[in-house]
């Protein structure tokens, strides 16, 4: 491990490759261009009513400011990848008439990248090896409903190689402890204690699979993100990845946390519950605009009933109603 990593108490950045640091530097000059949003979605089956809405709330934001939105699929997670999913909702956004700038950005194919960050990071110190099961962070983690904190055991004593098998390790992240702090752009700005509020995120799991965290950091370094606007759901995960953006040496993007959409009984959307996508609407009889008019609406941006394509949509909603739809 290095003498100036993190165990010594001295913050020093990993040490990257030439490839990787020049990324990053086109990165930082796409971000000097203008507005640079992004829509990443899992491709885990359809998209339903409130992921439509914060695309729609996604492409708004960077059209009214007269910037870029680029669609990221994040398909790293493979075992959960429907087949099909990344074309269907391709297909469905198109049909929504949301349009997006450059190639479709597939997290698989930057699989090499993260990698070699994953190996800077290690290298640096940054990483240790974590044998704990998920059943034995069961039973000290939160109570349901709170996400879990690890209790930092391998941290602390490291795993014994030999007690445990075959079974590899996963990485876990040596968040140096502080505040993490970040800017929303239309809330309060995000603030997690990283000791308390956030811990040890797994960034290379067991079974061999590079975590969301990681991918995602890279990506709104190494395509210039200048916001993100996404589920609440996710203000969480901000933490830890504002935190991997500054141990690479990089500012993270501002961050639009939008609310999530509810059915009936107050429960939030959800693929695996089977919440309604766009078939089920078009076997409904609704055609885009009403789609559109639908999401708008629900949003608070036009009128009940409105019906309305998206670039008519672009044309009418004023920002101070975007911005008040964006808050969650
Ligand atoms: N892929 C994630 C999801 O669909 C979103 C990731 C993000 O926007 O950062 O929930």
């Not at 469905?92 to 349009?99: E, S």
């Not at 953006?245 to 500012?251: C, Q, S, W, Y």
Request: hydrophobic share 40%; glycine share 12%; net charge positive.
């Amino acid at each position: 491990m290095s003498s100036t990593g993190p165990d010594s108490g001295a913050v020093s950045p990993p040490p990257l490759p030439l490839h990787v640091v020049e990324q990053f530097a086109v990165g930082l000059q796409l971000r000097n261009q203008g507005y640079r949003g992004r829509f990443a979605p899992s491709p885990t089956g359809p998209l339903h009513a409130g992921n439509l809405r914060t695309a729609l709330l996604a492409w708004l934001s960077a059209r009214l400011a007269g910037g870029v939105i680029l669609l990221r699929i994040d398909d790293l997670d493979a075992p959960r990848n429907r087949p099909g999913a990344v074309e269907a909702l391709q297909a469905d956004l198109a049909w929504l008439g949301l349009t997006w700038d450059g190639p479709v950005e597939l997290q698989s194919r930057q699989r090499g990248l993260y990698a070699t960050v994953l190996s800077g990071l290690r290298r640096g110190g940054w990483l240790y090896p974590c044998r704990c099961s998920r059943r034995m962070l069961a039973d000290v983690s939160a109570p349901h409903g709170a996400s879990p904190i690890y209790p930092g055991t391998c941290r602390r004593q490291p795993p014994d190689w030999s007690a445990r098998g075959g079974r590899l390790p996963s990485w876990r992240l040596r968040l140096p402890p502080g505040s993490i702090r970040w800017q929303e752009r239309h809330a309060a700005p995000g603030c997690l204690d990283a000791a308390t509020q956030v811990g040890d995120v797994v960034l290379r799991r067991a079974d061999g699979f590079l975590a969301y965290h990681l991918a995602t950091a890279v990506d709104e370094l190494r395509l210039g993100i200048t916001e993100v606007v996404r589920g609440v759901d996710l203000w969480p995960a901000t933490g830890p990845q504002v935190a991997l953006m500054g141990l690479l040496g990089m500012a993270p993007p501002a961050y639009g946390h939008v609310p999530l959409l509810c059915d009936g009984r107050g429960q939030r959307l959800s693929k695996r519950d089977g919440a309604e996508g766009l078939e089920g609407m078009r076997r409904r009889g609704l055609d885009a605009p009403a789609v559109i008019g639908l999401l708008a609406a629900g949003a608070g941006l036009v009128p009940a009933g409105s019906r309305l394509s998206a670039t008519e949509l672009l044309q009418e909603v004023r920002p101070q109603a975007l911005a008040q739809a964006l808050q969650a």
